[in-house]
């Protein structure tokens, strides 16, 4: 075991910027997703923007769009129905510009009792997965046919669809509750292991559940298969004397104490102690890259994850999101919100700072597209960020558009100023 003491952070000659990315969300998404407000802009000139394929789909007020996959889903309050009553429709994503300004067809549309409000969607061979808040309760997961609509089954609890075609449920509460697996098509559990409150999460690679690991605030941690719920390590580490919290990244356990100022590291290939890192006003801990990232007080502590040992320190930066071509993407406050800036990962060294466009949702390796208010004449710009050349490429200037954004690799859909929600696709 190692043990690094960071003592008081001070300015290094030869350190400065540094990185992070949010964790990805693992246990009870709504719960762990880290939320940003990213912001990004300059430059792009050159490289020619790609073709334009807009399209405009029927919506109310009130009403939300999911992009999943090659579709785009609208949920909003069923007109003519009890209060609690949901329309939900499914298009397909254009692949060609239309002939005329007629709306697009849905490809089926269905109507679902719903207490709560849908926040997000994940979809598998033949079935669509939406999770639904509860008020009182971890919410539920309602799965509708992908081909008809027609409702499969509902559960409580939130899901994680493993890329390998596993589906993890997990429900929690002060009681505790449990993490199952689940046959997709008819909501049948295959098996199911108990969880105390607020312990369960996935450790992650590439999107592929690792382990189920089991860290209650007391007592044993358990590491567990995601394919069988079978036990493959378990100690007591003393988690209850620590007075913190757990995360899992980079295949280790790590236990913040934000009152000892400490990080400690356990290998979840035996849960044995690999080393610990002091670390003043550490609140929280999370990958970025391959690095680990602990911000702060308005500073950012980069870490070896194999060691704990200090790589750098950055004064001015909040947090970071996606490595690509040895270089980070990082948030840091800014004159009316947050900035943006591209870092190096190796040093921490700044090497452009972009301006301020709010990053949309994305999945792994896909581009980064991001929007802001334009300069002039209304709407939004659109810009892909291409952050190992340090610059923003603008696609396009929304003169319609007007918020409540969301985005998928080539696809851009934001609220019109009608209400409807237009959709534009960036083919090169």
């Known amino acids: 075991m190692t043990l690094i003491d960071l003592g008081e952070l001070r300015d290094e000659p030869g350190r400065e910027a540094p990185p992070p990315r949010p964790p990805r969300a693992v246990g009870r998404p709504l719960r762990v997703a880290l939320a940003l407000a990213f912001l990004v802009a300059t430059v792009a000139a050159a490289a020619p923007v790609p073709a334009r394929i807009a399209v405009v789909v029927p919506a109310r007020l009130g009403s939300e769009a999911f992009l999943h996959g090659d579709r785009l889903y609208v949920v909003e309050p ?57 008020d009182q309760d971890d ?12 409702e499969r089954w509902r559960q409580p609890g939130y899901p994680w669809w493993d890329p390998t075609g596993t589906l993890l449920m997990q429900t929690g509460g002060v009681a505790g509750g449990a993490v199952r697996s689940v046959d997709p098509a008819s909501g049948r559990a295959l098996w199911s292991v108990p969880t105390p409150p607020e312990a369960a999460t996935y450790a992650l690679r590439n999107g592929r559940v690792e382990w ?6 007391k007592g044993r941690v358990e590491v567990r298969d995601p394919r069988s719920g079978a036990l493959v390590h378990a100690a007591d580490l003393g988690l209850g004397e620590a007075s913190g919290h757990a995360v899992v990244t980079h295949d280790l356990l790590l236990v913040v104490r934000p009152p000892a100022g400490a990080v400690t590291a356990y290998g979840l290939d035996g849960l044995g ?49 996606s490595a690509r071509g040895g270089r980070l993407l990082a948030i840091g406050p800014g004159g009316g919100g947050e900035r943006l800036g591209v870092l190096d990962a190796a040093t921490g060294r700044e090497v452009a700072d972009l301006g301020s466009w709010q990053l949309l949702p994305r999945y792994a390796d896909e581009r980064l597209l991001a929007v802001r208010p334009a300069v002039a004449g209304g709407g939004l710009a659109v810009a892909e960020l291409d952050v190992a050349a340090g610059r923003a490429r603008v696609l396009d200037v929304l003169r319609d558009a007007s918020g409540d ?4 690799a080539d696809t851009v859909v934001c609220r019109l100023r009608t209400g409807e929600f237009g959709v534009w696709r960036y083919r090169d």
């Open 405 to 408: 954004c969301r985005g998928r």
């Open 78 to 134: 069923a007109e003519g129905e009890p209060e609690g009553t949901v329309e939900v429709r499914a298009y397909e994503l254009p692949e060609r510009a239309p002939a005329d300004d007629a709306p697009p067809a849905p490809v089926w549309r269905t109507r679902v009792p719903a207490a709560g409000r849908f926040w997000h969607v994940q979809t598998g061979p033949g079935t669509v997965l939406f999770s639904i808040t509860g």
């Open 273 to 321: 102690r690999r080393w610990e890192a002091r670390v003043p006003m550490v609140e929280h801990i999370n990958e970025c890259g391959e690095l680990l990232c602990v911000p702060g007080g308005n500073r950012l502590v980069a870490l070896d994850p194999a060691t704990g040992a200090l790589r750098w320190i950055g004064e001015r930066w909040l947090g970071a999101l």
């Open 139 to 150: 919410g539920q997961t309602l799965a509708l046919d992908a081909g008809t609509g027609r």
């Open 212 to 217: 189920i690991v089991l860290a209650p605030a």
